[in-house]
Protein backbone atom coordinates (compact mmCIF):
# COMPACT_ATOMS: atom_id res chain seq x y z
CA UNK A 1 0.00 0.00 0.00
CA UNK A 2 1.41 3.44 -0.66
CA UNK A 3 2.97 4.63 2.51
CA UNK A 4 3.61 8.03 1.24
CA UNK A 5 1.88 11.13 -0.42
CA UNK A 6 5.11 13.48 -1.80
CA UNK A 7 4.56 16.95 -0.54
CA UNK A 8 3.31 17.79 -4.56
CA UNK A 9 0.23 15.74 -4.01
CA UNK A 10 -0.68 16.93 -0.38
CA UNK A 11 -0.30 20.29 -2.08
CA UNK A 12 -3.17 19.30 -4.64
CA UNK A 13 -5.06 18.13 -1.70
CA UNK A 14 -5.14 21.21 -0.08
CA UNK A 15 -6.16 23.19 -2.89
CA UNK A 16 -8.85 20.60 -3.71
CA UNK A 17 -7.51 19.27 -7.39
CA UNK A 18 -7.64 16.15 -8.79
CA UNK A 19 -5.46 13.60 -6.90
CA UNK A 20 -5.47 10.02 -8.79
CA UNK A 21 -5.85 6.91 -6.82
CA UNK A 22 -3.27 5.34 -7.46
CA UNK A 23 -1.55 8.16 -5.53
CA UNK A 24 -3.82 7.36 -2.13
CA UNK A 25 -4.15 3.57 -2.80
CA UNK A 26 -2.39 0.34 -4.45
CA UNK A 27 -4.44 -1.52 -6.96
CA UNK A 28 -8.30 -0.38 -7.93
CA UNK A 29 -10.96 1.44 -6.08
CA UNK A 30 -13.15 -1.91 -6.09
CA UNK A 31 -9.90 -4.10 -3.97
CA UNK A 32 -9.15 -1.43 -1.74
CA UNK A 33 -12.70 -1.44 -0.50
CA UNK A 34 -13.02 -4.98 0.11
CA UNK A 35 -9.70 -4.96 1.79
CA UNK A 36 -11.28 -2.43 4.30
CA UNK A 37 -14.35 -4.07 4.85
CA UNK A 38 -12.30 -7.73 5.52
CA UNK A 39 -10.00 -5.58 7.67
CA UNK A 40 -12.67 -4.14 9.79
CA UNK A 41 -14.77 -6.94 9.99
CA UNK A 42 -12.31 -8.95 11.52
CA UNK A 43 -11.96 -6.68 13.94
CA UNK A 44 -15.10 -5.93 14.10
CA UNK A 45 -16.56 -9.37 15.70
CA UNK A 46 -14.24 -9.38 18.08
CA UNK A 47 -15.44 -5.90 19.30
CA UNK A 48 -18.71 -6.71 19.27
CA UNK A 49 -19.05 -10.37 21.31
CA UNK A 50 -18.66 -8.67 25.03
CA UNK A 51 -21.38 -5.86 23.38
CA UNK A 52 -23.92 -8.35 22.75
CA UNK A 53 -22.90 -11.69 24.52
CA UNK A 54 -22.40 -9.53 27.87
CA UNK A 55 -25.84 -8.09 28.44
CA UNK A 56 -27.07 -11.58 27.82
CA UNK A 57 -25.88 -13.05 30.24
CA UNK A 58 -26.25 -10.21 32.91
CA UNK A 59 -29.65 -9.37 32.46
CA UNK A 60 -31.30 -12.75 30.69
CA UNK A 61 -30.01 -15.07 32.61
CA UNK A 62 -33.23 -17.05 33.28
CA UNK A 63 -33.88 -16.77 29.60
CA UNK A 64 -30.24 -18.49 29.23
CA UNK A 65 -30.91 -21.32 31.00
CA UNK A 66 -34.34 -22.70 29.54
CA UNK A 67 -33.58 -21.57 25.97
CA UNK A 68 -29.28 -21.25 25.30
CA UNK A 69 -29.76 -22.43 21.75
CA UNK A 70 -32.21 -19.52 21.13
CA UNK A 71 -30.04 -17.32 23.13
CA UNK A 72 -27.20 -18.18 21.24
CA UNK A 73 -28.42 -17.74 17.96
CA UNK A 74 -29.42 -14.44 18.47
CA UNK A 75 -26.59 -13.13 19.72
CA UNK A 76 -24.47 -14.74 16.87
CA UNK A 77 -26.77 -12.93 14.61
CA UNK A 78 -26.57 -9.66 15.96
CA UNK A 79 -22.74 -10.10 16.07
CA UNK A 80 -22.89 -10.66 12.31
CA UNK A 81 -25.45 -7.68 11.39
CA UNK A 82 -23.38 -5.50 13.92
CA UNK A 83 -20.29 -6.26 11.98
CA UNK A 84 -21.31 -5.92 8.39
CA UNK A 85 -23.01 -2.30 9.74
CA UNK A 86 -19.36 -1.01 10.88
CA UNK A 87 -17.54 -2.79 7.98
CA UNK A 88 -20.01 -2.11 5.06
CA UNK A 89 -19.80 1.93 6.56
CA UNK A 90 -15.92 2.17 6.32
CA UNK A 91 -15.60 0.25 3.62
CA UNK A 92 -18.34 2.15 1.30
CA UNK A 93 -16.88 5.31 2.19
CA UNK A 94 -13.73 4.82 1.27
CA UNK A 95 -14.97 3.52 -1.92
CA UNK A 96 -17.36 6.54 -2.47
CA UNK A 97 -14.62 9.18 -1.74
CA UNK A 98 -12.55 7.17 -4.48
CA UNK A 99 -15.94 7.34 -6.62
CA UNK A 100 -17.09 10.79 -6.55
CA UNK A 101 -13.29 12.44 -6.37
CA UNK A 102 -12.61 10.37 -10.13
CA UNK A 103 -16.11 11.68 -10.92
CA UNK A 104 -16.17 15.58 -9.87
CA UNK A 105 -11.98 15.49 -10.52
CA UNK A 106 -11.96 17.58 -6.86
CA UNK A 107 -10.64 16.20 -3.87
CA UNK A 108 -12.64 18.89 -1.58
CA UNK A 109 -15.20 18.41 1.39
CA UNK A 110 -18.10 17.19 -0.68
CA UNK A 111 -16.29 13.86 -1.72
CA UNK A 112 -16.68 13.63 2.01
CA UNK A 113 -20.20 15.13 2.78
CA UNK A 114 -21.40 12.85 -0.25
CA UNK A 115 -19.63 9.52 0.61
CA UNK A 116 -20.50 10.31 4.03
CA UNK A 117 -24.55 10.44 3.42
CA UNK A 118 -24.37 7.33 1.14
CA UNK A 119 -22.34 4.93 3.56
CA UNK A 120 -24.60 5.93 6.10
CA UNK A 121 -27.31 3.72 4.80
CA UNK A 122 -25.10 1.08 6.12
CA UNK A 123 -27.26 0.89 9.53
CA UNK A 124 -30.05 -0.79 7.62
CA UNK A 125 -27.73 -3.86 8.61
CA UNK A 126 -28.65 -3.28 11.95
CA UNK A 127 -31.89 -4.00 13.91
CA UNK A 128 -34.33 -0.97 14.17
CA UNK A 129 -33.90 -0.48 17.82
CA UNK A 130 -29.95 -0.88 17.65
CA UNK A 131 -30.62 1.69 14.78
CA UNK A 132 -32.61 4.25 17.43
CA UNK A 133 -29.47 3.42 19.89
CA UNK A 134 -27.16 4.84 17.31
CA UNK A 135 -29.12 7.65 16.42
CA UNK A 136 -29.64 8.58 19.94
CA UNK A 137 -25.64 8.05 20.45
CA UNK A 138 -25.18 10.08 17.34
CA UNK A 139 -27.53 13.35 17.95
CA UNK A 140 -24.96 14.63 20.63
CA UNK A 141 -21.96 14.38 18.75
CA UNK A 142 -24.03 16.14 15.95
CA UNK A 143 -25.00 18.75 18.24
CA UNK A 144 -21.33 19.13 20.20
CA UNK A 145 -19.60 19.36 16.97
CA UNK A 146 -22.37 21.91 15.38
CA UNK A 147 -21.37 24.02 18.70
CA UNK A 148 -17.66 23.57 18.42
CA UNK A 149 -18.30 24.74 14.72
CA UNK A 150 -20.22 27.66 15.51
CA UNK A 151 -18.11 28.66 18.46
CA UNK A 152 -14.79 28.41 16.00
CA UNK A 153 -16.64 30.62 13.69
CA UNK A 154 -17.55 33.54 16.58
CA UNK A 155 -21.35 32.91 16.30
CA UNK A 156 -21.63 31.80 19.83
CA UNK A 157 -19.34 31.87 22.94
CA UNK A 158 -18.16 28.93 25.34
CA UNK A 159 -19.93 28.36 28.49
CA UNK A 160 -17.97 27.11 31.28
CA UNK A 161 -18.74 23.93 32.88
CA UNK A 162 -21.57 23.70 29.93
CA UNK A 163 -21.02 20.12 29.86
CA UNK A 164 -22.01 19.85 33.65
CA UNK A 165 -25.63 21.81 32.84
CA UNK A 166 -25.99 19.15 29.69
CA UNK A 167 -25.27 16.13 31.95
CA UNK A 168 -28.17 17.36 34.88
CA UNK A 169 -30.33 18.02 32.10
CA UNK A 170 -29.85 14.69 30.55
CA UNK A 171 -30.01 12.78 34.19
CA UNK A 172 -33.16 14.98 34.49
CA UNK A 173 -35.18 13.53 31.43
CA UNK A 174 -33.70 10.23 32.39
CA UNK A 175 -35.17 10.49 35.55
CA UNK A 176 -38.46 11.80 34.56
CA UNK A 177 -39.11 8.86 32.10
CA UNK A 178 -37.92 6.28 35.18
CA UNK A 179 -40.84 7.81 37.06
CA UNK A 180 -43.61 8.31 34.38
CA UNK A 181 -42.86 7.07 31.01
CA UNK A 182 -41.16 3.29 31.74
CA UNK A 183 -42.28 2.42 28.61
CA UNK A 184 -39.62 4.60 26.92
CA UNK A 185 -36.95 3.11 28.58
CA UNK A 186 -35.05 -0.20 26.92
CA UNK A 187 -35.69 -2.71 29.22
CA UNK A 188 -32.33 -3.83 29.65
CA UNK A 189 -31.34 -0.44 30.78
CA UNK A 190 -34.70 0.15 33.04
CA UNK A 191 -34.14 -3.60 34.72
CA UNK A 192 -30.22 -2.02 35.86
CA UNK A 193 -32.16 1.29 36.46
CA UNK A 194 -34.61 -0.38 39.01
CA UNK A 195 -31.25 -2.45 40.35
CA UNK A 196 -29.13 0.50 41.66
CA UNK A 197 -32.32 3.25 42.52
CA UNK A 198 -34.81 1.27 43.31
CA UNK A 199 -38.17 0.52 42.08
CA UNK A 200 -40.80 4.03 41.82
Known sequence: MVQKISQMWLDKVYRGEYVPCNVIHDHSCEWNALKKFLMV????YKFYIPIHVLPALIFKRQKLTKEPLKILKSAIKNIIKSSLFISVYVSSFWYFICFFKNKRFKTDKWNIILASFICSFAV????AN???????YMFPRFLESLFLFMEKRGYVKSIPNGEVLVFAIAMGIIMYCYQNEE??????YLSM???YWGTN
Open 183 to 188: KNIKST
Open 41 to 44: FNMA
Open 124 to 127: LFEP
Open 193 to 195: FKK
Open 130 to 136: RRTELAL
